[in-house]
């Protein structure tokens, strides 16, 4: 069942198997340059129906590092016009950007250079729901005001719009991964006290009022969203708040939804493990009639037609393990290997 199509929105997708967005922190300027042309053109090569680019900020204060991409001006649409027509002209499969904002997270060190480490030097002033820091030893963020979140929610919208001039079919909006969609959405990032603060409702308001100026704005794109399905910590998001915002957004007619937990602080109860998301995925799946896409160390097709088989999800987010193995697809069905590569899988 992992290789047999799938309809998402107006497309029919060659199987269930989508390359997940990895940030690459690699750009410069906010542009995308010669190692994302290689990144993704390997990507755009295994054999999966679906490509989704990394976390991309939607202006410059919603980086993670200095070294994000970003699509706030028409410069960078330029730059992303001619990367998506260049895939294209690879392989035609849908082609999604996956849309971000920092929040507290951002003015980050490079991992690979100091993992999980605020800037010392050249640093920005980071904004969230409250002020409250993500940890001991990071700064403490700005809280947004109420001009500051009508910003946010027009520069999503922006990003959206200039991400299909780009030629993307697909925007997935980030509300996970502790940024600034999660922050909102999270009880313990999150001590507002107006409309965007409090109890759920209020908290899934700026999530919910983006999906829906983008929907408004980019008719005929594939809409997603990835979301979190618990904060894995005390008095963070639970699984059932979790379906209650992904109702809001059946309600706003998302295409679909990728289910992942944990990241609203550094360290939290998350155990990393084969699936580690499933278990939520396979909930949400039973409470909702949206389609559901999960990440979080699938690295085998054995277990991903598994848990699609026991109709725990309906689409598998495999990343790493694309760039370690990227044959993975061609070694399990013939069908997806181009003609020129035939003899050597013979």
Known sequence: MILKKFKLKNRYLSNRIIASPMCQYSAVNGLPNEWHYMHYTKLISTGVSMLIFESTAINSNGRITHKDLVLSNNKQLNSFKKIVNHLKSLKNIPIGIQLSHSGRKGSSEIPWIKHNTPLRKKKWITY?????????????????????IKNIKKDFINSAILSKKAGFDCVEVHMAHGYLLHQFLSPVANKRNDSYGGNLKNRMNLPLQIIKGIKSRCKGMIIGARITGSDRVKGGIEIDESIKLIKELEKLKIDYVCVSSGGIYPITDLKIKKGYNVDLAERIKKSTKINIRVSGKIEDLNYGKKIINKKKTDLVAIGRSLISNPNLIYNEDSKFIPKQYLRAFK
Do not use: E, H, V, Y
């Open 128 to 148: 969230a729901p409250s002020s409250i820091k993500r940890d001991k030893k990071w700064p403490l963020p700005k809280k947004l005001s109420l001009k500051g």
